[in-house]
């Protein structure tokens, strides 16, 4: 029998965090160097079924949680794993700030992300043929990387580049491997829940 994970995160920001699942960390101020994000992290682990959970957007604390299907025996939790997303997320237990006065009840109304989910089903169909074409050896592309360094660049080991990798796919098979979801995208992504089921 298959043993899913079951992850839970207090994100500091929901449009980042989930930015940032979906396709890593841009360049910031004084480097270059663009980080794997949680997703692709998921498929250079094989990691075939995920299902995303959401608070709603306007509860005073917001939620995410993930479950996920384990592809060998490693630990799924992705703190120290995946290279920059303790800046995402509150690991001093403070999760927020709120005007009442010692409330009773924080709303925590998490939801079936569907929106979230098909993002990740996309990115994970074209990482898999991604790396079927490479396994199968084929070369008409002319394709640098080969599979294992395309591996390591979705781990983020050291002397990867995820840059140049993106932009050589995106130039030798013409169409981009992940797409930069757009803020209309991540709103809509975060207002998803709204007619979803509670997470039970």
Not at 12 to 37: A, H, Q, R, W
Not at 85 to 111: A, C, M, S, W
Not at 172 to 187: H, N, V
Request: hydrophobic fraction near 40%; aromatic fraction near 10%; include cysteine.
């Amino acid at each position: 029998m298959a043993t899913v994970d079951v992850l839970g995160y207090f994100p500091k920001n929901m449009s980042d965090f989930i930015k940032f699942c979906i396709y890593g960390e841009s360049e910031t101020l004084g480097s270059s160097v663009v980080k794997p994000g949680i997703f692709e992290w998921l498929y250079g682990k094989g990691v075939t079924a995920a299902h995303f959970f959401t608070s709603l957007p306007n509860d005073p604390v917001q939620v995410f949680v993930a479950t996920i299907k384990k592809s060998d025996d490693d630990d799924m939790p992705w703190d120290k794993k995946i290279g920059g997303f303790e800046k995402y997320v509150h690991l001093d237990g403070q999760l927020t700030h709120v005007t009442d006065l010692l409330p009773t009840n924080l709303n925590l109304n998490i939801r079936s992300n569907k929106a979230l989910d098909d993002w990740f089903v996309k990115g994970r169909l074209a990482t898999d043929r991604l790396l079927d074409f490479l396994k199968n050896g084929q070369k008409e592309h002319n394709l640098t990387f080969t599979l294992e360094k395309v591996k390591d660049t979705l781990f983020g080991e050291p002397e990867t580049d995820l840059r140049s990798l993106r932009a050589e796919i995106e130039e030798a098979l013409g169409s981009p491997l992940l797409e930069e979801p757009t803020s209309i995208d991540l709103t809509n992504i975060i207002n998803s829940v709204l007619t979803a089921a509670p997470f039970k």
